[in-house]
């Protein structure tokens, strides 16, 4: 086992895992100084952050994958909060604007972003489909304590008191922000049911034009069976190896609605009322049914 990942680090009232955080990483990340032509990508854990990882490198490239075939995610588009992050930064490809990635909330990043015109795209997926993932990912990634009951996670997710904080303060957080930053909200449902025109949208605010058969590279890419197929996708945060996607674990089902086998009809109810006394008088208009 990997001496720290026993170890929680509370940062701003929020529970990180401390085999990936420190204290002082999670630090230097909120006074990290954003470049004007930084892009950063920020997700609540479980979002499809892997897959935009893979969408935003590969429009810089043209659909190619020789430039990152021999690059992990997690270094092509480094967590500025984990704490591998320092020794990442200075091999990231020079030809291009820093690609970057967090989960951290609105709240604590948002200061230093706010310094720059660096371009944020905010992914999020509806929240029931990020739970189940969650809940699986708990397992595969060896978080401890080890989650209990399905109906326990539901509990820590709608109090917020799991790993990463709030899903409903992290989507309300940065949504809040979309005037204020230069910001793209994008959901996992929409990259899932309109996957070019998705991948228009963000060309054009990344500022790079597309042909439409580089557009049809990028598509077969960032595919879920091309991407299972792919070892440099992830890598197991318990071995530090690279994971074999073939077994199916990090690319679990990639499906819209998986919610719908796992939440009884009480959890359901549950849910939606949590996620309605949050969300529906914010004022934000999100794209998920919740039934
Ligand atoms: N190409 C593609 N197509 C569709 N779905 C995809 C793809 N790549 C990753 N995924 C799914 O995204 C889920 C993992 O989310 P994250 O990458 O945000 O996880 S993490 O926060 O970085 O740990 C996880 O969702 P679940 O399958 O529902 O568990 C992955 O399968």
Redesign the pocket.
């Given at each position: 086992m990997n001496e720290r990942m026993d170890t929680i680090e509370i940062f701003d009232g929020i529970r990180f895992p401390g085999f990936m955080h420190t204290l002082e990483s999670l630090k230097a990340a909120c006074a990290f100084q954003f470049q004007d032509t930084d892009i950063l990508l920020v997700?609540f854990?479980?979002?499809?952050?892997?897959?935009m990882q893979?969408v935003l490198s590969l429009i810089f490239c043209k659909g190619h994958l020789w430039p990152i075939h021999h690059l992990p995610n997690w270094a092509r588009m480094p967590w500025i909060e984990q704490s591998s992050f320092s020794s990442l930064l200075p091999k990231l490809n020079s030809s291009w604007p820093r690609l970057l990635t967090s989960?951290l909330s609105a709240k604590v990043l948002a200061p230093a972003l706010m310094k720059s015109k660096a371009k944020v795209v905010y992914m999020a997926r509806n929240p029931k489909?990020t739970l189940?993932?969650f809940y699986?990912?708990h397992r595969i990634a060896g978080f401890l304590p080890e989650p209990g009951s399905f109906e326990d996670f539901v509990d820590e997710f709608l109090e917020g008191t799991g790993f990463f904080g709030s899903w409903f303060d992290h989507v309300k957080g940065w949504l809040g922000l979309q005037k204020d930053l230069n910001l793209l909200f994008v959901t996992?449902e929409e990259l899932?049911q309109e996957p070019r025109r998705t991948i228009q949208k963000l060309s054009e605010f990344l500022g790079q034009s597309l042909g439409p058969e580089e557009e049809d590279v990028i598509l077969e890419h960032?595919?879920?069976s091309f991407?299972s197929q792919s070892s440099m996708?992830?890598y197991s945060l318990l071995s530090k190896e690279i994971i074999d996607h073939s077994q199916g674990k990090?690319?679990?089902?990639?499906?819209v609605g998986?919610w719908r086998e796992h939440f009884t009809s009480e959890l359901d109810e549950k849910f939606n009322a949590v996620y309605q006394s949050k969300i529906g008088d914010s004022g934000l208009c999100l794209p998920w049914t919740m039934d």
């Amino acid at each position: 086992m990997n001496e720290r990942m026993d170890t929680i680090e509370i940062f701003d009232g929020i529970r990180f895992p401390g085999f990936m955080h420190t204290l002082e990483s999670l630090k230097a990340a909120c006074a990290f100084q954003f470049q004007d032509t930084d892009i950063l990508l920020v997700t609540f854990p479980k979002s499809g952050t892997t897959w935009m990882q893979q969408v935003l490198s590969l429009i810089f490239c043209k659909g190619h994958l020789w430039p990152i075939h021999h690059l992990p995610n997690w270094a092509r588009m480094p967590w500025i909060e984990q704490s591998s992050f320092s020794s990442l930064l200075p091999k990231l490809n020079s030809s291009w604007p820093r690609l970057l990635t967090s989960h951290l909330s609105a709240k604590v990043l948002a200061p230093a972003l706010m310094k720059s015109k660096a371009k944020v795209v905010y992914m999020a997926r509806n929240p029931k489909d990020t739970l189940v993932s969650f809940y699986y990912f708990h397992r595969i990634a060896g978080f401890l304590p080890e989650p209990g009951s399905f109906e326990d996670f539901v509990d820590e997710f709608l109090e917020g008191t799991g790993f990463f904080g709030s899903w409903f303060d992290h989507v309300k957080g940065w949504l809040g922000l979309q005037k204020d930053l230069n910001l793209l909200f994008v959901t996992y449902e929409e990259l899932h049911q309109e996957p070019r025109r998705t991948i228009q949208k963000l060309s054009e605010f990344l500022g790079q034009s597309l042909g439409p058969e580089e557009e049809d590279v990028i598509l077969e890419h960032c595919s879920f069976s091309f991407m299972s197929q792919s070892s440099m996708v992830n890598y197991s945060l318990l071995s530090k190896e690279i994971i074999d996607h073939s077994q199916g674990k990090f690319l679990r089902k990639g499906i819209v609605g998986d919610w719908r086998e796992h939440f009884t009809s009480e959890l359901d109810e549950k849910f939606n009322a949590v996620y309605q006394s949050k969300i529906g008088d914010s004022g934000l208009c999100l794209p998920w049914t919740m039934d």
